[in-house]
């Protein structure tokens, strides 16, 4: 797909302004518009937290405005091929996409102990407000997610595929992968610089302090994919079955109150906990060499 790259040739920095004035704009007009949508069928006075499918289409439209769109308008501007500029272009394997689906089942011991470090992290008393805030939206958060999960049924869990997994990973790592990181790497020739920027751009964009160790590693593990296999595909699968696997998690009521699942791990699961991260990370760590080297070879 040729575009026009009327910014091509711009300084980084002004393409990291014009790319942040996209974002911003397109969060409040998404919201502003699934708002909208909300009241013209449920009336002004409705809460929409008691509406599960219209949470979805919400979420749905924030992240196509707050993501999707903001990145493909911003390859138009910055660059003269679209798909190449956001690594479109390039197919994957399947074998790929199976280490992939593996790593991400071996690397959720990691992230769940992540999880539980970066709970443990105490502001000093100055910073108390700070942690207030921090952890009412981290309530607010995890409420939201608990309204679109308990929906039950197969037409809910779906949906939550859809929008959670699906969408979020493909508006995500066209933003953050996709154009964020091209942006940053003219910055900096080291792609490890890139990759680790990118992530902790992603972490904290969440606005979830109590989540941001392990997001950020998992989106800096999606940033190498990126650069090993030059194709935005293999980490918008990573990131899908990280999402679905969640989602699926949460849905099961045999499983959803679980401290594997929530990452709250009693003291009793630590040492377990570590020994099956210790395990599964290795065994992690082996498959990326040889993912690595099929992404330099296929």
Request: hydrophobic share 50%; aromatic share 12%.
């Amino acid at each position: 797909m040729k575009s026009a790259g009327y910014l091509a040739a711009q300084p980084a920095g002004l393409q990291i302004l014009v790319l942040s004035l996209f974002i911003m704009g397109g969060n409040i007009l998404s919201s502003l518009s699934g708002m909208g949508i909300f009241f013209l069928i449920h009336g002004t006075g409705a809460q929409i937290s008691n509406y599960p499918d219209m949470l979805r289409l919400l979420q749905f439209l924030t992240a196509a405005g707050t993501f999707f769109l903001p990145s493909m308008v911003a390859a138009w501007l910055f660059s003269d091929n679209v798909h190449k500029y956001l690594s479109l272009d390039k197919k994957i394997s399947l074998k790929c996409v199976g280490i992939v689906f593996l790593n991400i089942v071996l690397i959720s011991p990691s992230v769940t102990l992540l999880s539980w470090l970066n709970e443990q992290l105490v502001f000093p008393e100055w910073a108390a407000p700070l942690e207030a805030w921090m952890r009412e939206h981290e309530e607010m958060a995890q409420s939201f997610t608990g309204t679109l999960i308990n929906g039950g049924g197969i037409s809910p869990f779906l949906s939550n595929l859809a929008v959670i997994a699906l969408m979020a990973a493909v508006s995500e790592e066209l933003l953050f992968r996709g154009v964020l990181q091209r942006i940053i790497g003219r910055w900096t020739n080291n792609p490890h610089a890139v990759i680790w920027i990118a992530a902790v751009i992603f972490s904290a964009f969440h606005l979830q302090f109590y989540g941001f160790v392990p997001r950020m590693v998992l989106g800096a593990y999606f940033g190498y994919l990126l650069l090993w296999s030059k194709s935005i595909w293999l980490p918008i699968c990573a990131h899908f079955f990280n999402n679905a696997i969640s989602v699926t998690l949460m849905s099961s009521e045999a499983l959803n109150e679980s401290d594997f699942v929530t990452g709250h791990l009693e003291e009793s699961h630590l040492l377990p906990c570590l020994l099956i991260a210790l395990t599964t990370g290795c065994l992690f760590f082996l498959l990326n060499r040889r993912l690595k080297s099929l992404g330099t070879t296929d």
